[in-house]
């Protein structure tokens, strides 16, 4: 069970002892240093002034010539943002304080920092999903309200990001991510100079991650580049560890005993990372405010749930805050229970900024007692057509809204095993009222605020697709997801099979689910994709085809059944059908390259030359130095009949890729077709034997030499395209220009 001794804290070790060290080589007046543990903003602020002045008064009296300029202008402190998906907070030794049983938490790193910082052992998230959770954190805004509901969905450009006001005040921004939820195309990256997720996340086989010690590598080189360029300038990072997310494969050298020892292995090894990242940060900032956090937790069983997403129980929503500012904050616990959505009001407020409209409060301010949190899971409705949860929790009382409601005391029973809705009326009443006042506020819905570019340029490709917004829920009659269980626990199992490439084995257990429940989306979805993958067999595409058409008209905002649909149709070369599906992709997610490249091929093989190529021109305006993209677009223009066009994007894909660029021969034809031969010649002769279009290449070469009268070069092409396809010479032989060529 997830236990919680908020008193405990670890002060001996290394990381602990070199922070001492390194703080005590931080100039800081005698002020500051009186007021150093009243962890209040202003009294920093005041401290500095009365500083400013002590100066002054010195230096008139000693005549001294005391440049102050640097009081008024004083260098914001640099800012470091660490989260760690999925970490229970007993997952970390200052929380759980030695009483391990027979376990035990390796994380010196983070235990230091909880010792040295404001720490909170059990604050809220305001939702167990890794991007709607990691969104509030960077708005202070709750998911509600900045509309991001679950993994996929996209963060509007109309919100206001922490990294985008930073950057406006000066700050030289760099994010480092390990999980795909987060990849910069589902817009977190608002606000980053650099958003590191170029790395794929793929390591040691394990497919949606980035391993703690690649991350912290690619952030520290970031770092020491960042430090380099502009020491006047103070810098913000982010880096996101998602390790301890399932499956849970640590490094051996870090695996944990006990039933739970892999993952709490995997807590350890980001601790590793982080006492790296954090000795480095230190080393290269004079002033630095860390901030770490969980994005939610991980329920490891409890309540019948493996892992998270689908209730709100403690395990799942308590994670740990720790806000560490030497000098500023006051180390010790927090006296609210804090939450993620307090993160970004905490981080202006200790840089004295403005944040207005945010649902977040400092928590290093004063602010009365008790704080509300706001919680809440929409994946049961999304993913399987189940009642969605919301909870309200004040002053230790959590009431969870559900078809069955549920109402815990958490003082007294942290493991919510007593539900208490049948005996607390008035306490009831009062959360109640707390829950719609919340909820009154104006909300967003991701799923449909799509920029009026993106709009625009869907259709100029001639879709206007009805399947854009989410199916509204269904104020009763839904399934309680608590009797939902064993269903959702069996589809976990099916997932399971199928990343292990048991395929008829995941089969059979979407099939078990969709006898009890036809209309399961999940089960749909999966199924169909599977049924639609790799095989061959057209009455298994057919019934999978049949299955995601019916998991998309239920769930016409789920983007990944829509891909999976688009692919259904690319296996059976139905490119109109195809064209549709990717279409709606785009809608969903505007800034996926996977889905425009799909949307303009399949455009392209429905004979639309034109419209795929303004699908290739949009991911350009997203992606101008993706070569790759270059390339495809310049063919599409070539279909298209659009010479001048290809030519402009193979140029530009040879910039970018060198002596690797392999269509040399083809950026030489388009050439000559222009009647620039002076300069398709120096692409023809460059063309390799590897390149699709070699042939047809030195064909051309040869009669531009024919021209020029070099006639052994002319000749010496013509044996090089010979060499590659025999029916050449035949060719050739019928070519009035070439023919003599062979004699």
Aim: hydrophobic share 40%; glycine share 8%; proline share 6%.
């Amino acid at each position: 069970m997830l236990t919680i001794d908020s008193s405990a804290t670890s002060r001996h070790d290394p990381w602990y002892e070199d922070f001492e060290l390194r703080m005590s080589d931080i100039p800081r007046s005698a002020v500051q240093q009186k007021f150093r543990l009243l962890g209040i903003r202003q009294v920093r602020w005041i401290a500095v002034g009365m500083f400013a002045v002590s100066l002054c008064v010195t230096a008139a009296a000693s005549g001294a010539d005391t440049d102050n300029a640097h009081l008024s202008q004083k260098r914001l402190p640099d800012v470091l943002l660490i989260t760690v998906d999925t970490l229970r907070p007993d997952g970390l030794g200052w929380v759980v304080a030695g009483d391990l049983g027979s376990e035990s938490r390796n994380t010196p790193n983070i235990d230091a920092l909880a010792a040295l910082g404001r720490r909170f052992p059990a604050a809220f998230a305001p939702t167990p999903i890794t991007l709607p959770s990691h969104t509030s954190m960077m708005t202070g805004l709750l998911p509600r309200r900045h509309g991001v509901r679950d993994n996929g969905q996209v963060v509007s450009l109309r919100l206001s990001t922490l990294a985008e006001q930073l950057r406006g005040k000066g700050y030289r921004t760099g994010a480092f991510v390990s999980g795909y939820p987060l990849a910069a195309e589902f817009g977190l990256d608002q606000g980053f100079a650099t958003y590191d997720d170029s790395a794929g996340f793929r390591a040691e086989g394990i497919i949606g991650e980035r391993r703690a010690v690649e991350t912290t590598t690619a952030a520290l080189d970031w770092l020491a580049g960042t430090e380099q360029g502009s020491a006047d300038s103070p810098w913000f990072l982010w880096i996101h560890y998602f390790d301890p997310h399932d499956p849970y494969e640590p490094p051996a050298e870090h695996r944990q005993p006990g039933k739970h020892g892999a993952y709490y292995g995997e807590v350890a090894s980001v601790d590793a990372a982080i006492g790296r990242l954090l000795k480095q940060a230190r080393f290269l900032s004079s002033e630095l405010l860390t901030v770490f956090a969980g994005d939610h937790g991980e329920s490891l069983g409890e309540h019948g749930e493996s892992t998270h997403g689908f209730f709100l129980y403690q395990s799942t929503m308590a994670v740990p805050i720790i806000v560490h500012f030497p000098g500023v904050v006051e180390p010790g616990v927090g006296k609210v229970p804090g939450t993620l959505v307090d993160l970004t009001p905490t981080v202006l407020d200790l840089l004295d900024l403005e944040g207005d409209g945010l649902d977040g409060k400092s928590l290093v301010a004063e602010m009365p007692s008790p704080r509300i949190a706001y919680l809440e899971t929409r994946r049961p409705w999304y993913s399987y057509g189940w009642s969605p949860l919301r909870a309200v929790v004040e002053d230790g009382w959590k009431l969870i809204v559900a078809p069955r409601p549920e109402l815990y005391d958490l003082n007294k029973d942290p493991q919510e095993s007593v539900n208490k809705i049948e005996t607390e009326g008035s306490r009831i009443q009062r959360l109640k009222v707390l829950l719609e006042e919340i909820e009154s506020r104006p909300s967003a819905d991701s799923v449909t605020s799509l920029d009026a570019e993106t709009t625009a340029r869907l259709e100029s490709l001639g879709y206007v697709g009805a399947g854009s917004s989410p199916v509204s829920i269904p104020a009763q009659g839904l399934a309680d997801p608590k009797d939902r269980i064993a269903l959702w626990n069996r589809l976990g199992q099916a997932v399971a099979a199928q990343e292990a490439g048991q395929l008829t084995t995941a089969l059979k257990a979407f099939d078990e689910v969709l006898a009890v429940e036809p209309s399961n989306p999940f089960a749909l979805s999966r199924s169909g994709a599977l049924l639609t993958s790799g095989i061959r067999d057209p009455k298994k595409i057919r019934l999978g085809i049949n299955r995601l058409e019916k998991c998309v008209r239920i769930t016409p905002s789920d983007a990944e059944a829509w891909r999976a649909l688009a692919e259904a149709h690319v296996a059976i070369s139905d490119w109109p059908e195809a064209a549709d599906a990717w279409q709606e992709v785009v809608r969903l997610q505007p800034r996926r390259r996977e889905a425009w490249i799909g949307l303009a091929n399949a455009l392209g093989l429905a004979g639309r030359p034109d419209r795929a190529v303004n699908a290739f021109d949009r991911l350009l305006e997203l992606s101008p130095d993706d070569s790759e993209v270059r390339i495809r677009s310049a063919f599409a223009k070539v279909a298209a009949k659009d010479i001048a066009g290809a030519v402009k994007d193979f140029e530009v894909a040879a910039r970018l890729n060198g002596e690797e660029f392999q269509h040399a021969g083809a950026l030489g034809i388009l050439l000559q077709q222009l009647g620039k031969d002076s300069e398709a010649l120096i692409w023809l002769r460059r063309s390799l034997p590897s390149e699709g279009d070699y042939v047809a290449a030195r064909i051309v070469l040869a009669r531009l030499e024919v021209q020029a009268g070099r006639i052994e070069a002319a000749r010496q092409a013509l044996v090089d395209a010979i060499a590659i396809d025999v029916t050449v010479r035949d060719k050739v032989r019928q070519d009035a220009t070439l023919a003599d060529l062979l004699h």
